[in-house]
Structure formats: structure tokens, C-alpha cells
């Protein structure tokens, strides 16, 4: 299959060498663009590297692109998933990575360990009242640093071609522009995604784990279980 995926170019990644492992081709559209604030990244880099977090939560790879080659920290840092932990481990960090790719399992994830501690989130300039609350609930402390802004490009995706297209976030579908009425396979990357696109009125065929990887092993079971 043609999969367009819903990426911030910045975000792309190694997605197409990903799609073509499971025997696809994939583009990028985007449906949103990043406004960096480097600010943000240098209040944060600076405050990191005077030891201020115990911990450091990656919740995606763009802020990990930017701010972890900067980076001379002890602190204990986190990925959200595989490719935002390759960007931390290509800055020469030693991160580990979330079992599953939502942010809410963060603390579960850290369990009693994050009584008392720091925790510094460099994200999207996009509420996470749910990860705040919860690190507070279990004792830490958050710093979040809005690093980048999502804009709404407005720009109808290029879909020409394309046989599936798969929506990484909820805010990429919500932001979209997009002619829905063609005959395209509507794709979520986990469910929180799909929840968005079910309340957009959009049933998706295929429902990942909120992993690339993961999205794709589903859509090979989806097209085994419809071509036998």
C-alpha cells in the first residue's frame, strides 16, 4: 500500500525505511507545522544542565532532536517510544523507553521511585493536564517547557494516490484538511487517536498501538484477514 502518514516533516524520521520492512511506501503530509521557541529549549537546556531534574520525559522525537545534543545531564531520561529514543541515543544519552507509547503510563512506569523528584518535560505547546496531574498525584514535580508551537497549515494533504492514509495524533486529524469522501483507508496510530477520528465521524479501519510499527503489523492483519 501508498500510506500517507501525518507527520511534521521535522518528525518523518526513518518512516519510509519503517513501511517498507512491512511491504509499503509512505509519504508524509502535514497537516500541522512546528514553531520552534528557542527559548524554551534554552531555559530548559540551562536548568537541566545545572541538575534541577531528577528526571527528564521525552513525550516526542522533535524535542529530543533539538535538546538532547545540548544535553550534560545525570538525570534519568525517558522516551515515549523507539524513535524518540534513538534521537536521545544518537545525542550519546542513555534513555529508556516507555513499555507502551502513551504518556499516561509514565507513572506507572516510574512507580514509587518519583516521590520527591523533579521531573522536566521540554513538549508541544499543547496541554497535558492528565500527565501533570498524575506526576503530582504520586508525589513528583513537573516543569514542563513548551518548546515548539503546532500551527494549522490549512493546506489540503496530497492524497493522490495514496491507498491508506493514517493519522499519528488526534490533533493531526482534528487539523487536517482533507477530502473524506474519496475512497481511502482511514488509519489511527493508538486509540486515542481513533476516539478523535470516531468523534470527527471518521471509523478507522485500523487501530495501532500507538506505535509506527505496531500500527503497521495491525494493517497486515487487517489486509491478510480481508483477501483470504
Not at 126 to 132: E, F, M
Not at 157 to 177: K, P, Q, R, Y
Request: net charge negative; charged share 20%; aromatic share 8%.
Amino acid at each position: 500500500m501508498i500510506i500517507a502518514v501525518t507527520r511534521l516533516a521535522e518528525k518523518a524520521g526513518r518512516d519510509q525505511a519503517t513501511c517498507a520492512r512491512y511491504g509499503h511506501s509512505c509519504r508524509t503530509v502535514s497537516p500541522l507545522a512546528a514553531e520552534i521557541y528557542d527559548n524554551q529549549i534554552q531555559a530548559f537546556v540551562l536548568e537541566a544542565n545545572r541538575g534541577a531534574f531528577d528526571c527528564i520525559f521525552f513525550t516526542s522525537a522533535l524535542p529530543a532532536e533539538k535538546v538532547a545534543p545540548l544535553l550534560r545531564t545525570e538525570a534519568r531520561i525517558i522516551a515515549i517510544g523507539p524513535q524518540t529514543a534513538h534521537m536521545l541515543q544518537e545525542a550519546g544519552l542513555k534513555a529508556e523507553t516507555l513499555p507502551t507509547f502513551y504518556s499516561r503510563d509514565f507513572v506507572p512506569y516510574l512507580g514509587e521511585w518519583i516521590e520527591g523528584r523533579s521531573i522536566g518535560i521540554p513538549r508541544a505547546d499543547v496541554p497535558n493536564h492528565a500527565l501533570i496531574q498524575a506526576i503530582e498525584d504520586a508525589g513528583g514535580v513537573a516543569y514542563e517547557y513548551r518548546c515548539y508551537g503546532l500551527i494549522q497549515t490549512n493546506t489540503p494533504l496530497d492524497l493522490e494516490g495514496a491507498d491508506a492514509i493514517l493519522f499519528t495524533s488526534a490533533n493531526s486529524f482534528m487539523m487536517a484538511v482533507w477530502e473524506r469522501s474519496m475512497e481511502i483507508l482511514p488509519i489511527a496510530i493508538g486509540e486515542i487517536t481513533a476516539d478523535a477520528m470516531r468523534r470527527g465521524g471518521i471509523e478507522p479501519a485500523v487501530v495501532g498501538d500507538g506505535s509506527l510499527t505496531g500500527t503497521l503489523e495491525a494493517l497486515n492483519r487487517y489486509i491478510h484477514r480481508n483477501t483470504l
